[in-house]
């Protein structure tokens, strides 16, 4: 069972940049796709972005987000990050790691593991 910490999140002003870490633990954290989700209040979840299994694995982006963000991960250090630019306010959103054994999902499922989750927000 896959244990997955984020972290990273904060405030920051339109236009800034954060990166969001996810540490994984207790696995094979190679086994696993990783993705990044996010929910706003009264929104549904997003899928953000994915990563397949190898660190220079290929990678898939929410339209919303193509341009603005990277993901990535170093599995030599079982982390997956977000590199976010160009933040705009309506990036803000609880944003959530997620591990799967699948590669391209369209929603999260039974079979994966989430993240507790870190909070940003975009907001002069």
């Known amino acids: 069972q896959v244990q997955l910490v984020d972290s990273g999140g904060g405030l920051v002003q339109p236009g800034g940049s954060l990166r969001l870490s996810c540490a994984g633990s207790g696995g094979t954290f190679t086994s696993y796709a990783m993705y990044w989700f996010r929910q706003a209040p009264g929104k549904e979840r997003e899928l953000v972005a994915g990563i397949s299994w190898r660190s220079e694995g290929s990678t898939y982006y929410a339209d919303s987000v193509k341009g603005r963000f990277t993901i990535s991960r170093d599995n030599a250090k079982n982390t997956v990050y977000l590199q976010m630019n160009s933040l705009k306010p309506e990036d803000t959103a609880v944003y959530h790691c997620?591990?799967?054994?699948?590669?391209?999902?369209?929603?999260?499922?039974?079979?994966?593991?989430w993240g507790q989750g870190t909070q940003v927000t975009v907001s002069s």
């Open positions: 997620y591990a799967d054994p699948a590669w391209r999902i369209t929603q999260a499922r039974p079979t994966g593991y």
